[in-house]
Each structure stands twice: as C-alpha cells, then as structure tokens.
C-alpha cells in the first residue's frame, strides 16, 4: 500500500497541495487530471525524486519511469540488466524472465541491439523492461502509451497484468482504453494551487 | 617564393636533421604530457563539479569557462611572473618544466569546462534515471564516465590540439632556446622573422599533417557519438 497524508510539492512560483489516499498494494492505480494540475510531480514525489512535505509511507523500491525515458548507450539487454548489475544480483537467474517479458512487449528480437538504433516506441519499451525486469514493489509510470501503436499499448497492458500479482502500479495517464483495461482505483488530482 | 620554400621544407623533411626531428619529438612530447595530465585531472574534477552541488559552484564554473578562452600568451606572461617572482629559487623558467606547466594549465580549463558542458546537458537524464532504477552514488559516477566516453576523448583530443599548436605561453617562458625549449610553434615564429621560410614551411607541413591526423580523429569519434 502506498498511503500519504497533507502531500505539498513547492515549486518557486506555487505550491501543488495533493488529497490524502492510500493506493491498495498490488493493484493498479491511475492518476488523471488536466494537464499542468501536477500529474508529473505528484509521481515523482512519490518517486522521491522531487522534495515534498507531509507524509509519504510504503514499503520497497519505488521504479519512476519517465515519460520520454532515456536508454543508456549500450544493448537493449545490457540496459535492462542494469539495476540486475548495480544491486550485485547474478544477471543469469533473470535471463529467463527477461526474455520473456521481452517477448510479451515484442521485442525479443531486440534484446542485442544497440539501444540508440531503436525506434521511440522501441525505445519505450525497452526502457519499460528495464524499469520492472528487477522486480521493484512500486512502478511509476508516467504516460507510458507515449510513442506506442495500439498494438504495442495492448502488449503493455498484458505485461502489467501478468506483473500486477507481485507489483504495486501507479499510472499517469490521459489514455481511456488503458485506463478501463486495467484501472482498480482512481486518484484524481483537480487542481490545488496555492500561489505565493 | 612558396614554390622554393616547399622545395626546401622537402629536402629538409627527407634530410632527417636531428635538430628538426629533435623539435618535433619535444613538441610532441610535452603537448602529450600536458595534456595527459590535464585530461586526468581535468574529467575528473569535470564530472565531480557536475554531480556534486556546493557552495560557489556556479562561480567556479564561470571561472572555468572564462579560462577555457584565456589567450595563451596571458596565461605565458602568468606562469613568467610567477615563475619570475615567487618560486624563482626553483629556477624554472626558460626550461621545458616551465612550457609543460604553461600547457598543461591552458588545456585544463578546456577539458574541464567541456566535461562540465557534456555532463550536465546531456546526462542530467542519464543521472535521474539511474536514481530511479536505485543506482548510488558510485553507482551513478561510473555510469557518467561510461555515458560521457565519446565527450572524454573528444575534449582530450580538443586539449592537445590547443597544445601543440599554441605559440605564446611557450615562447614566453619557454625561452625558445636552440635545443632546449624550441618546439614546432617556436620554431616556425623564429625563422619566419629570420626570412628561413623553407624550414618553416616544412614545419608547418608537419604541423598541419598533425592537425589532419587530430581533426580526422574527431571526426571519428563524433560520428561515433551522433549515431
């Protein structure tokens, strides 16, 4: 469960005052709310990757993934490896998921190719891979159907799917199809600015 | 007149006079140490400057950018003075110690400031997305190294460009002194007044094969990193 209580984020300029709401563990929640209402920002506070006041409570990792993601320059696998590399994990005993995520998102036949060959919407997913391959409690994921085909936003929605048993989701996004096909609660964000 | 001083700059190219080999070799010589020196501590500070956040960074990295323009002869007439004056028992100047010190502190500035340039513009995203796949520290400092390769050995190859071609810092402690300090630049500047155009042109013609060799390996390792 992802609870938080009197959430602010200061920009500068304002202040973004969010809800309270607890997001049930191992469910997908979608956060929904016009653009510039604070979307981005109340992810990555959740994220930790912005500074914030109030309380923000949860247990394990919380993955962000970024709208417009960036690839390391390196394979597609060697990408997806990484946070295998960095936390010491033995890359061998996540071959057989990664392929087999990989293959769910299509893009198997990637795996060896050199990350700045692909395409937006391979590099998407790719980056997508890499984000849930090392199992993290808590996906962020912000506008993830951004560059993908209705085909590619279908392979995305089995992913999480298959991965929603063990993985908490919280999603930003302004899609309705993939909202209604996945969505177990909403988290709507209307809009409280405090201006300075 | 360019006609018979190609000629000469030829014949004294295959006549492999020690003296003028002797120069090249120095040139090379102590351009490469400068700026292997100033490339090690230049990407290093460069990228700790970029990642880390303190008080008067921003005044730091004016004051690098500003240095990265310096006019080399400023900068000679520095390390003169300073040579001159407060470390003059060390007996410094007018020796090759000297022109590695008055190279090695023009390129610094260069490799540091486009490491800073390279790390922040274009890594700022690589850093923020290995903080969300939970990278450390360590972590994320090899991860720039290995992001910023193509941008290291560019600005590498920028620095020794700046240093082999560069004529006044070394004329000006360097002394330009016949077997000693004279390297290619000096050289060249010397017998140009003296009207020994042939020797220069031959110089010159080396220099310039230099410059195609270094611009040719830019080229490369843009390509490369533009792909």
Do not use: W
């Not at chain 1, 304002?14 to 563990?25: M, V």
């Not at chain 1, 990637?110 to 890499?130: I, T, V, Y």
């Not at chain 1, 996004?173 to 209604?180: D, K, L, Q, T």
């Not at chain 2, 000693?180 to 094969?209: D, H, P």
Request: charge should be positive; include cysteine; proline fraction near 3%.
């Amino acid at each position: 469960m992802i609870e938080f209580k009197e959430l602010q984020v200061t920009y500068p300029e304002f202040t973004l005052s969010f809800e309270d709401d607890a997001f049930p563990k191992n469910k997908v929640t979608f956060v929904t709310g016009r653009n510039g209402v604070g979307k981005t920002s109340f992810l990555k506070a959740i994220g930790k990757l912005l500074p914030y006041r109030g309380n923000i409570r949860y247990e394990g990792f919380a993955t962000y993934h970024f709208q417009e993601p960036i690839l390391f320059n390196r394979t597609v696998r060697e990408n997806a490896l990484y946070p295998i590399k960095i936390r010491k994990l033995d890359c061998a005993d996540f071959e057989d998921k990664l392929k087999r995520y990989a293959s769910i998102l299509h893009i198997d036949h990637l795996l060896d190719r050199q990350a700045k060959e692909l395409s937006s919407g391979e590099k998407m997913k790719a980056s997508l891979l890499r984000s849930i391959l090392f199992a993290p409690e808590i996906v962020l994921l912000d506008e993830p159907t951004t560059h993908l085909d209705l085909e590619s936003i279908d392979q995305l929605t089995m992913l999480i799917k298959t991965l929603k048993p063990t993985t908490t989701f919280v999603i930003v996004s302004h899609n309705r199809a993939f909202i209604e096909a996945l969505s177990d609660h909403v988290y709507h964000i209307g809009g409280k600015y405090v201006h300075r | 007149m360019f006609l018979e001083g190609l000629r000469e700059a030829i014949e004294l190219l295959l006549s492999f006079d020690r003296e003028l080999y002797g120069i090249i070799g120095l040139s090379l010589f102590i351009s490469l140490l400068a700026t292997l020196t100033a490339g090690a501590l230049g990407v290093l500070s460069g990228i700790l400057i970029s990642v880390t956040n303190f008080r008067g960074k921003r005044l730091l990295k004016k004051l690098i950018f500003t240095f990265m323009g310096i006019p080399p002869v400023v900068l000679g007439l520095v390390v003169l003075l300073v040579l001159a004056g407060p470390l003059s028992n060390m007996n410094l100047l007018f020796t090759r110690t000297a022109m590695y010190t008055a190279q090695t502190l023009l390129v610094y500035p260069i490799i540091t400031g486009s490491i800073i340039i390279t790390s922040e513009k274009t890594q700022q995203k690589v850093l923020e997305t290995a903080t969300t796949l939970g990278a450390s520290r360590n972590n994320k400092l090899m991860l720039l190294i290995a992001e910023t390769k193509p941008f290291i050995l560019l600005s590498i190859i920028l620095g020794f460009s700046r240093a082999i071609s560069e004529v006044g810092a070394v004329m000006l402690v360097g002394g330009n002194i016949r077997g000693e300090t004279r390297v290619m630049t000096t050289f060249i500047a010397l017998n140009t007044s003296m009207g020994n155009y042939g020797a220069s042109i031959a110089m010159g013609l080396i220099l310039l094969v230099i410059a195609f060799l270094i611009h040719t390996t830019i080229a490369r390792f843009r390509s490369d990193f533009y792909d």
